[in-house]
T-cell receptor, first 114, second 113 residues
Framework: KQEVTQIPAALSVPEGENLVLNCSFT??????LQWFRQDPGKGLTSLLL?????REQTSGRLNASLDKSSGRSTLYIAASQPGDSATYLC?????????????FGTGTRLTIIP | EAQVTQNPRYLITVTGKKLTVTCSQN?????MSWYRQDPGLGLRQIYY???????DKGDVPEGYKVSRKEKRNFPLILESPSPNQTSLYFC????????????FGSGTRLTVV
């Protein structure tokens, strides 16, 4: 059974710093990995989608890497801003008898201190 | 705009009163799914549908029903809600091919008293 872990559960950093969020998964047989952002009580916004054959994806100040063989992904945020404060979730897409479901980590709650 | 639309956004109801949460997508996605999010437990899949008239249970299906009569709609039905179904619910959709990502709705905050 696929398990996804995100460490740390919470992180506070001063504005302007670069930071890395970590995600690990137990089964490397994934289609892709998606990073989401969730603001308190709100929906999930997709940030980056990285395919199992890819090593990294970039969007603006965000960069996601994937090492499928070791079951690890990182989300790098450059020059952090207070607006980056949110919970960040990673999810892996696997196929279980045709059910291409996402398995989520429990998230990292990020606070950027002005 | 490509999106998944859920309604209502907030709902407070009483134990046992049947309710339906609607979900609609405009991206012609074959695959649709419902998740619930609870503190400390993360997001867990309730039901999914691989196409019209094809639905199946996810990890936590007890107390829920779904239907998929049209490709764009995937309502979640609680026939007799109980307080342990108080949660934040998300509908999601995707193309039914491995490489595609998911699009999520904005969520429905359900409270059962």
């Amino acid at each position: 059974k696929q398990e996804v872990t995100q460490i740390p559960a919470a992180l506070s950093v001063p504005e302007g710093e670069n930071l890395v969020l970590n995600c690990s998964f137990t089964d490397s047989a994934i289609y892709n990995l998606q990073w989401f952002r969730q603001d308190p009580g709100k929906g999930l916004t997709s940030l980056l989608l990285i395919q199992s054959s890819q090593r990294e994806q970039t969007s603006g100040r965000l960069n996601a890497s994937l090492d499928k063989s070791s079951g690890r992904s990182t989300l790098y945020i450059a020059a952090s801003q207070p607006g980056d404060s949110a919970t960040y979730l990673c999810a892996v897409k696997v196929s279980n008898f045709g059910n291409e479901k996402l398995t989520f980590g429990t998230g990292t709650r990020l606070t950027i201190i002005p | 705009e490509a999106q998944v639309t859920q309604n209502p956004r907030y709902l407070i109801t009483v134990t046992g009163k049947k309710l339906t949460v609607t979900c609609s997508q405009n991206m012609n996605h074959e695959y649709m799914s419902w998740y619930r999010q609870d503190p400390g437990l993360g997001l867990r899949q309730i039901y999914y549908s691989m196409n019209v008239e094809v639905t199946d249970k996810g990890d936590v299906p007890e107390g829920y029903k779904v239907s998929r009569k049209e490709k764009r709609n995937f309502p979640l039905i609680l026939e007799s809600p109980s307080p342990n179904q108080t949660s934040l619910y998300f509908c999601a959709s995707s193309f039914n091919r491995g490489s595609y990502g998911y699009t999520f709705g904005s969520g429905t905050r359900l409270t059962v008293v």
